[in-house]
């Protein structure tokens, strides 16, 4: 079984609609981050978490919410979708600052 | 401010030695890393070097010096399935955020 899963995989919705992407972890980290892939930008910071009570902002928050409901829950949500936040989206756990460990990604197209 | 460039895409043969730069400019330095990912794939992590020189794990080693803020990442016996976009991506000192590069797309040709 994967360590760290997203679902959904792929959602397609539309402009103004509340979606939500989950992501779960069973590697037992502290840390789990949320980040977004366009063409030609790499991977861009969301949100980061290092706890349950521990929320941060990263370069790109704007128009996104997160909540942690467990140590191994950590939720995504796009308050009113826009087109432009159409993209590939990851999870990402860590143990420390060594390394990151991914989930599959969910593709995301608002139109 | 915070900056990392690597090439966008490199073309090499099977069998090849290919050797994937990258520079970085951050406010605070603690890691450099990258990782392997195929076309819409997770990232997976294939080095992490804190110190200056290189670091070797099977066909693949990684160079840090931290005073020209430069790495490179070389693949050796390259093999078809070494093709795929190749991340750079910084630690900054003090956090546990990292900075990553866009990406270099290497093709490995028969």
């Known amino acids: 079984d994967a360590d760290v899963t997203q679902t959904p995989r792929n959602r397609i919705t539309k402009t103004g609609k509340r979606i939500m992407l989950e992501c779960s972890q069973t590697?037992?980290?502290?840390?789990m981050y949320w980040y977004r892939q366009d063409p030609g930008l790499g991977l861009r910071l969301i949100y980061y978490?290092?706890?349950?009570?521990?929320?941060n902002k990263g370069e790109i928050s704007d128009g996104y919410s997160v909540s942690r409901q467990a140590q191994a829950k950590f939720s995504l949500s796009l308050e009113s979708a826009i087109p432009n936040q159409t993209a590939l989206y990851f999870c990402?756990?860590?143990?420390?600052?060594?390394?990151?460990?991914f989930g599959p990604g969910t593709r995301l197209l608002v139109l | 401010g915070q900056n990392i460039d690597q090439p966008t895409e490199m073309t090499a043969t099977e069998g090849a030695i290919v050797q994937i730069n990258c520079t970085y400019q951050?406010?605070?330095?603690?890691?450099l890393f990258w990782y392997q990912q195929h076309a819409a794939e997770a990232p997976t992590f294939l080095s992490y070097?804190?110190?200056?020189g290189l670091e070797e794990k099977g066909r693949f080693s990684s160079f840090l010096s931290r005073s020209k803020g430069y790495s490179y990442l070389l693949l050796k016996e390259l093999q078809m399935k070494d093709s795929a976009s190749y991340l750079c991506?910084?630690?900054?000192?003090?956090?546990?955020?990292?900075?990553f590069g866009t990406g270099t797309r290497l093709k490995v040709l028969a």
């Open positions: 990402a756990t860590s143990p420390g600052r060594e390394t990151q460990y």
């Open positions: 590697k037992g980290h502290d840390r």
């Open positions: 978490s290092f706890d349950v009570k521990d929320i």
């Open positions: 951050t406010s605070g330095f603690n890691g």
């Open positions: 070097n804190v110190l200056d």
């Open positions: 991506a910084v630690n900054r000192a003090g956090t546990y955020k990292y900075i």
